[in-house]
Antibody, heavy 122, light 107 residues
Framework: EVQLVESGGGLVQPGGSLRLSCGAS????????MSWVRQAPGKGLEWVSV???????NYADSVRGRFTISRDSSENTLYLQMNSLRAEDTAVYYC????????????????WGQGTLVTVSS | DIQMTQSPSSLSASVGDRVTITCRAS??????LNWYQQKPGKAPNLLIY???SLQSGVPSRFSGSGSGTDFTLSISSLQPEDFATYYC?????????FGQGTKVEIK
């Protein structure tokens, strides 16, 4: 059974940093692209970032230059390093597994974690 | 970026009703359109991929159609467990934009 478990969320001050982790099990982690998607309180889903199985990355404009996605296949873990955090980054952050290894057209998110809440506030 | 617009934003329906939700893309996305269901406090769950393919384990009362810019998600006979928010998402290009969601409520 595919399982994704996020951790690392919490309360951080504006301008601060946080690193989220997503532990994966039940599948060959190194074979799949992985994504982060966030949801502000009471709002819709917002795609944040993706990393292919080979390590190619892409970001939403709203986080580019501040967030860094990475993966460690030896630990079966996905990461999201978040720097220069702003109030508008407050959200539940979900990791999701893609249907394949790349970032090309057609890949969709087959499995999601339960999410971890990040609150940016002074 | 490709804008995804869902309609309606919310709807009220009764158990047994047929429900249709529409998603429109700001440019052609072929059939690279996916639908997710999200219940309160839970992660999204994949229902339909590639516009019309039913994800394994999803009840057959869910169906999707469309291509190009216009897509629909239909629920043939609404069940109590279907009251949720539904999102479309394009997987044509990054950023993988979502629609704003359609909340299906009990009438």
């Amino acid at each position: 059974e595919v399982q994704l478990v996020e951790s690392g969320g919490g309360l951080v001050q504006p301008g601060g940093s946080l690193r989220l982790s997503c532990g994966a099990s039940g599948f060959t982690f190194s074979n799949y692209a992985m994504s982060w998607v966030r949801q502000a309180p009471g709002k819709g889903l917002e795609w944040v970032s993706v990393i292919s199985a080979s390590g190619v990355t892409n970001y939403a404009d709203s986080v580019r230059g501040r967030f860094t996605i990475s993966r460690d296949s030896s630990e079966n873990t996905l990461y999201l390093q978040m720097n220069s955090l702003r109030a508008e980054d407050t959200a539940v952050y979900y990791c999701a597994r893609a249907s394949g290894s790349g970032m090309g057209s057609g890949y969709y998110k087959t499995n999601w974690g339960q999410g971890t809440l990040v609150t940016v506030s002074s | 970026d490709i804008q995804m617009t869902q309609s309606p934003s919310s709807l009220s329906a009764s158990v047994g009703d047929r429900v249709t939700i529409t998603c429109r893309a700001s440019q052609s996305i072929s059939n690279y359109l996916n639908w997710y269901q999200q219940k309160p406090g839970k992660a999204p769950n994949l229902l339909i991929y590639a516009a019309s393919s039913l994800q394994s384990g999803v009840p057959s009362r869910f169906s999707g159609s469309g291509s190009g810019t216009d897509f629909t998600l239909s629920i043939s006979s609404l069940q109590p467990e279907d009251f949720a928010t539904y999102y479309c998402q394009q997987s044509y290009i990054t950023p993988r934009t979502f629609g704003q969601g359609t909340k299906v409520e009990i009438k």
